[in-house]
């Protein structure tokens, strides 16, 4: 079996569009000259799909769309070196709104989320590039597999681009106007997500046994269910996760200690994760999450174990963890500051000086120093993204089955037995919303978006207004750079 790592190199894909560079601000990074591509040669038709991995692996790494993601939760604050450190960070803590409308984090963020979407439709014009040459009928399903796999990190990113901001445009690459583009409803960016995963259900494999890792027909099902869920449509989630539980042949992996670390790469409950890689090589070239390890990393300690001290648990939702007995799942949400580490590693103690208790870090960004490759010193070196998780897919169904009728607590208690906690006989939403809260923590913004799509965000989080502050604002650049982001949505 080839593994995906030996591709994450080849960094061909960021091909830019002349006419949404000035509002987009979108930079090449990687590009290779099509000159160089041998369209008539099948075997080098991968390329464009290994580049939309890399753009999406670089751009969803970017260190500060992570607070943007998970500080309207409960569970983190954004922590740093002090508390001016970022400080627009605490506006969106407060729902200040206003005073994050021209933070560079904001702008930064739309920037990269749609650099992926143009990458997207750069790089399937390269397959299309390819069709023309091809002489087979396994050759053009390969072409649809290809395509379906760069088609995934376009709905992807909507994903995540809808959730923050709402009503957003569209990028259409026949309409003359894709340059200066409209907004849409964040209804009219669902369905558009919901018709692109389709696409992506017909023509992806149900397993990658060439590159692992990459996207199955089952990771754009669990995306969809996602996108469903956000939408109130419990039967297209519970049809979904019901497929995906009944065909994938995936279980949730054993070691839950390890499943965020080195061992846990690629683990068989994972359905999409950005890759990187150390090469098994202590010295030379590398492909690194970097910043977004890095700033989730304890500060004031030695390397590796080290960081900017960003990302600190919430006092509430420390205890929230030991009120529920959370023994197996707290070592691996929380990395505590002052303690030993069941890997045994120190932690110096940090007590900032803008909070009551000493200093809680995100656990699901550290790697142990015993697991990581001799030589490499930087916090996080040679471990994965998770982005999609069977997890989520057990509470998803477990969700749906209490909302339109059926066994919703086998797959919640499939997820609360691994964590080592009793079986809940007849769940309740509350039940399912407290399980999701404690095993998805810190991934994806998914606390906020649950307590949003259930209407409990006005009555858990100080300052959210609803229907005010669900989306956040346009970032300002943006709009400077193209007017009509100003004008009403078009749909």
């Not at 690459?173 to 995963?197: A, C, M, Q, T």
């Not at 030379?284 to 390890?293: D, L, S, T």
């Not at 940090?350 to 000493?358: A, G, L, Q, R």
Request: net charge negative; charged share 25%.
């Amino acid at each position: 079996m080839k593994s995906f790592k030996n591709i994450l190199i080849v960094l061909m894909g960021v091909f830019t569009l002349s006419s949404c560079s000035d509002w987009l601000d979108i930079v090449p990074e990687g590009t290779v000259p099509t000159d160089d591509i041998d369209f008539t040669d099948a075997s080098q038709m991968y390329a464009p799909v290994s580049g939309v991995y890399a753009s999406t692996r670089q751009r969803l790494a970017q260190w500060e769309s992570w607070p943007l993601l998970n500080l309207r939760g409960d569970e983190v604050t954004k922590g740093g070196g002090s508390e001016t450190d970022q400080g627009e960070y605490l506006y969106l803590e407060e729902f200040n709104y206003d005073g994050i409308k021209g933070f560079w984090a904001m702008n930064s963020t739309w920037v990269a989320m749609y650099n992926i979407i143009y990458t997207t439709y750069n790089n399937q014009i390269l397959i299309d590039r390819f069709r023309e040459h091809l002489t087979s009928d396994d050759q053009f399903e390969l072409a649809n597999q290809y395509e379906a796999e760069i088609t995934f990190h376009r709905a992807l990113a909507y994903y995540f681009i809808s959730n923050m901001w709402g009503d957003v445009p569209i990028i259409d690459p026949e309409d003359l106007n894709y340059g200066f583009p409209y907004r849409r409803s964040v209804e009219s960016v669902r369905d558009f997500i919901h018709e692109e995963l389709d696409f992506c259900i017909e023509h992806l494999p149900e397993v990658q046994s060439v590159n692992e890792g990459a996207v199955t027909k089952y990771s754009a099902m669990a995306l969809k269910a996602k996108v469903a869920l956000m939408e109130g449509e419990f039967n297209l989630v519970n049809t979904l996760t019901d497929r995906i539980i009944a065909e994938a042949g995936i279980s949730l992996y054993e070691d839950y200690y390890n499943l965020f670390k080195i061992p846990g790469k690629l683990a068989k409950e994972s359905l999409y994760e950005l890759q990187f890689t150390d090469f098994g090589t202590g010295d030379g070239q590398e492909v690194y999450g970097g910043a977004w390890f890095q700033h989730q990393g304890p500060n004031i300690n030695p390397a590796p174990i080290t960081g900017w001290g960003f990302m600190l648990m919430r006092p509430e939702f420390i205890n929230f963890m030991n009120d529920r007995g959370e023994d197996v799942r707290y070592d691996v949400a929380i990395l505590e500051s002052g303690v030993t580490t069941p890997a045994g590693d120190d932690i110096a103690l940090w007590e900032p000086t803008y909070m009551d208790i000493k200093a809680h870090y995100n656990g699901k960004a550290y790697t142990p120093s015993d697991q990581m490759t001799d030589g490499r010193n930087q916090y996080g070196s040679n471990n994965n993204i998770r982005i999609l998780r069977y997890a989520d897919v057990l509470l998803m169904n477990a969700e749906a089955k209490l909302r339109v009728g059926g066994d919703a607590a086998t797959p919640l208690n499939e997820v609360r037995e691994r964590a080592g906690l009793d079986p809940v006989s007849s769940p309740t939403i509350d039940d399912i919303l407290d399980e999701r809260r404690a095993e998805l923590s810190v991934e994806w913004g998914n606390r906020f978006f649950d307590l949003v799509r259930t209407g409990k965000a006005a009555g858990t989080l100080p300052g959210f207004e609803a229907g005010r502050h669900e989306y956040l604002p346009i970032p300002l650049t943006q709009e400077d750079l193209n007017p009509n982001l100003l004008e009403p949505v078009q749909d």
